[in-house]
């Protein structure tokens, strides 16, 4: 979106606003504030990027209207004015103004004499947030002298799955949102009074951090935000340890007990066929295995050389490693299960085999999300990562280069650009690490409870 003078509104300030006046208001005047963008998050953004720019093709032969650069927005609504008169009937990235607000829509379709606006999300479907922005396109389109006969959003269609070359009709979903932007029009008008106060503030809005500084989205103002806040002692309840609960739980663990994790990629636009829309695509495990009680730990793990060869090698070496006997523990069992359930469907001649490893699951979850065994610094979570510091407060993801699933996906995923072999070994270095944290940290929780039984 590009930038506009400090008083003025565009489609996503306005979306700031309405998420929080002190979001926008940071946005505007102490942008120098907002926190990194992850390697996660920029991944996001970029697949919305691409998107957008893939869904041009159902409606080919546009004019484009995109500025040269994020100061050029004057010269895109003069272009874009100036596209429409000339006769042209498919504009992409169209920029429209009025009275200091600035829009642009992604595609404007010109049909039977009309225009029609589309606006792509990279979603799988349409959010209320979506149709309050599009709302705010309708209103500074409309007023600005366009007359539109429909307001769209172009999606991805979650039930796609590619065979071949992409098939565009099928791998998106056209949704006119006409009635619900037409409702919210009042709405926008007095919203737009409200955020264009808040600009002529002097300083920040007065707002506590509260839910809505994670809905809609994750507001980018939370490191700031929550500077000099005290953070107070954890009272999520008492500490319960039902041992007998405990106990019937790890009798249900049979040797070799293996420890197990998975590490996923996902693309917005399927790249392979019988690949969907952001299909969680396994490329990484780890396993710890214990052969018997006080037995040393032994680790095994896989990592696929980049996307392309990533379901293959993983179920071939999954099945290798795990072997045919034993529980094999997980951290939140739906997630492991059903990417093995996915691999089935990929692989049918390895039914079986894959069948024998989801009917040796054993979720080491459980005992916390029942809370048979909880302590207050859990914070009334039974995440891994609250569980694992509050059992072994020595083990800590901090100091690792990649601490999170959701860097690790788009690292990876994003690794078979980087042509410097050296770093490409630091990061598969970085990788391992991570997901072999995950494992070892099952291993030290599954101890801390056997500790409790004596
Ligand atoms: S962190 Fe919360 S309170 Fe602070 S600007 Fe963002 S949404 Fe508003």
């Known amino acids: 979106m590009p930038l506009l ?18 979001r926008l208001w940071l ?12 390697e996660g998050q920029a991944a996001i953004f970029q697949q919305g990027t691409d998107v957008g720019m893939l869904a041009r093709e159902l409606f080919p032969g546009g004019v484009d209207a995109s500025p040269a650069t994020n100061y050029d927005y004057q010269q895109s609504v003069a272009d874009t004015a100036r596209y429409m008169q000339e006769g042209h009937s498919v504009i992409y990235e169209a920029a429209f103004q009025f009275e200091g607000i600035l829009c642009a829509i992604d595609i404007m379709v010109k049909q039977n004499e009309k225009w029609v606006a589309y606006e792509v999300k990279s979603s799988t479907k349409v959010k209320p947030t979506f149709v309050q922005d599009a709302s705010l396109q309708y209103h500074v389109i409309t007023q600005s002298g366009i007359a539109l006969s429909d307001i769209a959003i172009v999606h991805l269609n979650n039930e796609y799955v590619r065979q071949g070359p992409l098939d565009m009709q099928a791998l998106f979903s056209i949704s006119s949102i006409w009635n619900e932007v037409i409702e919210l029009q009042d709405f926008i008008t007095e919203k ?10 002097k300083k920040a809005p007065d707002i506590e951090m509260g839910a809505h500084c994670n809905n809609p989205y994750a507001c980018d103002f939370m490191g700031f ?14 500490v319960n340890i039902d041992q007998d609960a405990l106990k019937e739980f790890v009798g249900e663990l ?12 996902m693309a917005a636009v399927p790249e392979y066929d019988g690949h969907w829309p952001y299909r969680s695509v396994p490329f990484q495990f780890s396993v710890h295995k214990q052969a018997h009680p006080n037995a040393a730990v032994e680790h095994f793990d896989y990592l696929a050389e980049g996307p392309e060869s990533s379901q293959r090698d993983f179920a071939e070496q999954l099945m290798a490693v795990l072997g ?11 997630f492991e299960k059903t990417r093995i359930r996915e691999l089935i469907c990929d692989f049918p001649h390895w039914e079986d085999a894959l069948n024998t490893l989801n009917d040796r699951l054993v979720d080491l979850m459980r005992p916390f ?13 039974y995440s891994i990562k609250k569980v694992l510091p509050a059992l072994v407060p020595s083990l800590s993801y901090e100091h690792l280069t990649i601490n999170n699933g959701g860097d690790a996906s788009s690292i990876f995923y994003n690794l078979r650009k980087e042509e410097d072999a050296a770093k490409v070994k630091e990061i598969r270095a970085a990788l391992r690490e991570y997901c072999g944290l995950d494992t070892w940290a099952m291993v030290k929780i599954l101890e801390k409870i056997n500790e409790k039984l004596g």
Do not use: A
Request: glycine content about 6%; some cysteine; hydrophobic content about 30%.
């Open 5 to 22: 003078s400090k008083h003025q509104l565009s489609k996503s300030t306005f979306m700031y606003g309405c998420q929080c006046p002190k």
């Open 27 to 38: 946005h505007k005047f102490m942008p120098q504030v907002r926190d990194e963008m992850s």
């Open 192 to 201: 737009i009074v409200e955020l264009k106060k808040v600009l002529k503030l």
């Open 225 to 238: 935000c929550s500077e000099g806040i005290e953070v107070e002692e954890p009272d999520y309840g008492e």
């Open 254 to 265: 049979e040797y070799p007990l293996y420890f197990m994790d998975f590490e996923t990629w």
């Open 324 to 334: 045919e006997q034993g529980s094999i523990v997980v951290y939140n069992i739906g």
């Open 369 to 381: 999300r029942s809370k048979h065994y909880y302590l207050p610094e859990m914070q009334g979570s």
